[in-house]
T-cell receptor, first 114, second 111 residues
Framework: EAGVTQSPTHLIKTRGQQVTLRCSPI?????VYWYQQALGLGLQFLLW???????NRGNFPPRFSGRQFPNYSSELNVNALELEDSALYLC?????????????FGPGTRLTVL | QKEVEQDPGPLSVPEGAIVSLNCTYS??????FMWYRQYSRKGPELLMY????GNKEDGRFTAQVDKSSKYISLFIRDSQPSDSATYLC???????????FGPGTSLSVIP
């Protein structure tokens, strides 16, 4: 069974630019979560999508946004990039109605903002 | 006070040692507890999953939850160099709620 996939693997952008990160969940999983992991910091919850709807949002500014498609894949968009947005962006998926909150992570997209 | 606290380490132990990793939390509403292992520059990998209080064993790994003390632990027996990674505790209130992660403990197992 294929795991969570993310693209691209690495990305270099400059301040003020916009970026789109992509995530494909494990087959059958309906929930997608996005996290930011800055160097030396823990995972910070960004967004949770389930069945195409945004279910919860972490303490991030509105320039972080996303969406979930009918096939449950998801995009994370970051506008007006700032230097502190440099981080590993992780996507996780789970099967929400399984009764178990087990999230399975992808390898991440490493974003560097210059 | 952070919701979930974890000693960042680094923790260095000799091969074969028993490792104890711990987390404390402040919100008594947490019911689901997880441990993840993250190798450098990789995504976290789910190791253990427990619901409410008690122990769970899987091979060399044992997870303990003490809800009365708001304290969870992960024990690794017969530690191996391949166990060298960052260990993240995580928890949620319901089976579908967002998961809150601890900052992680860096572990090195020396051959």
């Amino acid at each position: 069974e294929a795991g969570v996939t993310q693209s691209p693997t690495h990305l270099i952008k400059t301040r003020g630019q916009q970026v789109t990160l992509r995530c494909s969940p494990i087959s059958g999983h309906t929930s997608v979560y996005w996290y930011q992991q800055a160097l030396g910091l823990g995972l910070q919850f960004l967004l949770w999508y389930d069945e195409g709807e945004e279910r919860n949002r972490g303490n991030f500014p509105p320039r972080f946004s996303g969406r979930q498609f009918p096939n449950y894949s998801s995009e994370l968009n970051v506008n007006a990039l700032e230097l502190e947005d440099s981080a590993l962006y992780l996507c996780a998926s789970s099967f929400r109605t399984s009764g178990r909150n087990e999230q399975f992570f992808g390898p991440g997209t490493r974003l560097t903002v210059l | 006070q952070k919701e979930v606290e974890q000693d960042p380490g680094p923790l260095s132990v000799p091969e074969g040692a028993i490792v104890s990793l711990n987390c404390t939390y402040s919100n008594s509403a947490f019911q689901y507890f997880m441990w993840y292992r993250q190798y450098s520059r990789k995504g976290p990998e789910l190791l253990m999953y427990t619901y409410s209080s008690g122990n769970k064993e899987d091979g060399r790994f044992t997870a303990q939850v003490d809800k009365s003390s708001k304290y969870i632990s992960l024990f690794i027996r017969d530690s191996q160099p391949s166990d060298s990674a960052t260990y993240l505790c995580a928890m949620s209130k319901t089976s579908y709620d967002k998961v809150i992660f601890g900052p992680g403990t860096s572990l090195s197992v020396i051959p």
